[in-house]
């Protein structure tokens, strides 16, 4: 039994077709069928892009300016920091998976990579994430 997150329509029953067909997958199963477009799928590569970036460059910033000043240097500042260290890694470790992910129209990681994808987010703070990306490229943990 198939339990993903797409109705009927969406997916489509491999071996309905003739029997002995090349190629056909074993009787009863689903053939992933893409969920977005490939426009679409460029354009959530693009907005991934942009906000991994940007928030790489801003947050290195932020840790930068920190190290630099030394008047910067406050119990409350270091807060700030830690928050700041928090998202350049999400940044740099959580967005890559989905980007490379967006980029090729389909989940390119295995079972490993959406674990890692989830640890890393709960680990670098957005523990809400994994479950929608990993639901959105039809993988399960």
């Known amino acids: 039994m198939y339990s993903g997150n797409r109705s009927g329509s969406q997916g489509s029953w491999e071996g309905d077709g003739p029997a002995g067909a ?68 999400m940044s740099l470790f959580g967005v890559t998976f989905t980007f490379v992910s967006c980029l090729r129209n389909r989940w390119v990681w295995d079972t490993v990579g959406c674990v890692w994808d989830g640890f890393s987010s709960s680990l670098f703070e957005k523990s809400s994430s994994h479950k929608c990306i990993c639901d959105a490229f039809n993988i399960y943990c």
């Open 22 to 89: 090349e190629g056909s997958a074993p009787e009863g199963t689903l053939s992933p069928a893409p969920l977005f477009s490939p426009d679409t799928y460029e354009r959530l590569a693009l907005l991934l892009g942009s906000v991994g970036l940007l928030g790489a460059g801003s947050n290195l910033l932020v840790l930068v300016l920190y190290y630099k000043f030394q008047r910067l240097r406050t119990p409350t500042h270091l807060f700030l920091v830690n928050i700041s260290l928090g998202d350049l890694l």
